[in-house]
C-alpha cells in the first residue's frame, strides 16, 4: 500500500503580536516595540524554519539569523509546495504578515499571539490579523505582563491550540 506524505510539517505556527482589534502594522512597520516580546518571538522561532510574505522580509531588511528564512512572492514556489517540502519539520513558523496570516490560518495547528492593551499610534494601523475564532481555538497558555521593562503598557503572551 502506497503510505500518503504530510502536506505540511507536523505543527504548523502562526506568531504574531496583535492590538486590541488584532492591528498588527501600519505602512509595513510594526506598532510597538516590545522587548520582552522580541526575546519571546527569538525564543520560540531559533533554530526553525520561519515563513514570510516579501513585504514582511522587506520590513526586516534582513534574514533572521540562526533560522532557515522563507520568503514568499508570487514569482517563487508556491505555498502548497513549501509546506509539503517542510513535512519533515516538527515545527514550522509563519511569521506574517497580513497576507500571509490570512492564507494560512486555516492551515495552522497553533498560534502564538502577544495580545497588547496599548493605544494604537496616531496613524491607527493599515493590516489586521483574522479573527481568532474560540470554536477554533482554545486558550492553553496564559503568561500576563502588566507593563514591559521600557513598554508602559499590558501586554500578554498566549498560545492557542485547535480545538
Ligand atoms: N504584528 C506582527 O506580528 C507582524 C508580523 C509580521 C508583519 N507585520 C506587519 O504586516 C505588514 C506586512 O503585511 P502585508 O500583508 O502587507 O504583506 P506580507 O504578507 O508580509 O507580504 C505580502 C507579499 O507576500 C507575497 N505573497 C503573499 N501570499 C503569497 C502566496 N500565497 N504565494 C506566494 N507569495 C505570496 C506577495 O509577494 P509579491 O508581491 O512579491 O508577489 C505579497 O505581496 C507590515 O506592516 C508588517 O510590519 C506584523
Excluded: C
Excluded at 534582513?62 to 505555498?79: C, E, F, H
Excluded at 519539520?89 to 486555516?106: D, R, S, W
Aim: no cysteine.
Amino acid at each position: 500500500m502506497k503510505s500518503e506524505q504530510p502536506s505540511k510539517p507536523r505543527t504548523l505556527s502562526l506568531i504574531a503580536v496583535l492590538g486590541p482589534s488584532g492591528e498588527l502594522g501600519m505602512r509595513n512597520g510594526l506598532l510597538w516595540h516590545i522587548s520582552e516580546d522580541l526575546k519571546h518571538f527569538k525564543a520560540l522561532t531559533m533554530g526553525h524554519t520561519v515563513i514570510m510574505g516579501r513585504r514582511t522580509y522587506e520590513s526586516l531588511g534582513k534574514p533572521l539569523p540562526g533560522r532557515s528564512n522563507i520568503v514568499l512572492s508570487r514569482s517563487g514556489k508556491k505555498l502548497e509546495g513549501i509546506l509539503r517540502d517542510l513535512n519533515d519539520q516538527p515545527e514550522v513558523f509563519i511569521i506574517g504578515g497580513a497576507q500571509v496570516y490570512h492564507q494560512t490560518i486555516h492551515l495552522a495547528d497553533r498560534l502564538y499571539i502577544t495580545h497588547v492593551q496599548a493605544p494604537l499610534p496616531a496613524e491607527g494601523a493599515d493590516v489586521f490579523f483574522p479573527p481568532i475564532d474560540p470554536l477554533q481555538w482554545q486558550e492553553t497558555a496564559r503568561q500576563d505582563f502588566s507593563r514591559g521593562a521600557n513598554f508602559p503598557y499590558p501586554f500578554s503572551f498566549v498560545t492557542y491550540e485547535r480545538r
